[in-house]
């Protein structure tokens, strides 16, 4: 790690980053799809809303998203959060913290993290999911950095906007931004991610690796001679919804019906803050 001082302009001394997405990076699960049956039981979602996350995460974790589908995904979500609580929904996060999330945190990411800590790197989730979501992840990773979309709250209710989303190009500017703040190094830094929509976020570092990659992903990763990384513990599993967890007999149809409306309906934020 560079010793430079840092300037009388109070800058930060430079230092390398290690730059890490979240789902199937760090998770095998989407933070975002995780908490539809605490969501149900809260009583903040419909059983038919509680089918369409699980049949997203189905596909999510079956498939991997498009960019096309991470986008109808973000507009199902944020759509059906307005008028939440902000405060009920950072509770729900924190209190199932240990049930929901951390026994499918990787080993394998997690002592790298760890190594990267350890070897004095600033460690950064970088994130499409809302950033109320990804907090707790990183504060049981011991990560102090998050970068991640951005919900609108007014009197402490979610308004359906999304003021930005941590995606793609956006993504990638998010962390230039943040490395001119912070001083990072980005030649000697470390990038991390499955996704193909990353591609631009990996292409700032000096050493890109992807990790689980998709199909797409994994194909420009040996094109470009980037480091390819499996992690298998935990084995990233889907367990469809029970009748439990969604019991009205015209789920199915609503919840299909449902989605292409919810995904057309409503307005598509900027990119960009």
């Not at 996350?53 to 959060?81: E, I, N, P």
């Amino acid at each position: 790690m560079s010793t430079k001082n840092p300037q009388h302009t109070g800058q930060h001394p430079a230092c390398i980053a290690a730059f890490f997405d979240l789902d199937k990076t760090i998770i095998a699960t989407s933070s975002a799809l995780a908490y539809g049956k605490e969501f149900l039981q809260s009583g903040l979602i419909s059983p038919a809303d509680a089918l369409q996350m699980s049949m997203a995460k189905a596909t999510y974790m079956f498939s991997g998203h498009t960019s096309q589908q991470l986008d109808a995904t973000r507009d199902q979500l944020t759509h059906m959060a307005t008028g939440w609580d902000e405060q009920q929904i950072r509770d729900i996060a924190a209190d199932t913290m240990h049930s929901i999330i951390r026994p499918t945190i990787y080993a394998e990411a997690r002592q790298l993290i760890e190594e990267h800590q350890a070897a004095g790197h600033e460690v950064v989730i970088i994130s499409a999911s809302a950033r109320i979501l990804v907090e707790p992840i990183a504060r049981e990773l011991g990560i102090e950095h998050v970068i991640a979309s951005e919900l609108e709250v007014q009197d402490g209710k979610f308004t359906g906007e999304l003021l930005f989303y941590c995606k793609g190009g956006a993504k990638a500017k998010a962390l230039a931004r943040r490395a001119r703040e912070r001083n990072y190094e980005l030649k000697e830094s470390f990038a991390y991610s499955d996704s193909f929509n990353d591609v631009p976020m990996l292409d700032a570092v000096g050493h890109p690796v992807a990790v689980n990659p998709d199909r797409a992903m994994k194909k420009h990763a040996l094109e470009h001679g980037w480091e390819v990384r499996t992690f298998n513990n935990p084995v990233p599993l889907f367990r469809p919804p029970t009748k439990k967890d969604v019991t009205t007999a015209t789920g199915v149809a609503a919840a299909v019906a449902g989605i292409a409306g919810l995904w057309w309906a409503f307005r598509r934020p900027r990119e960009e803050p």
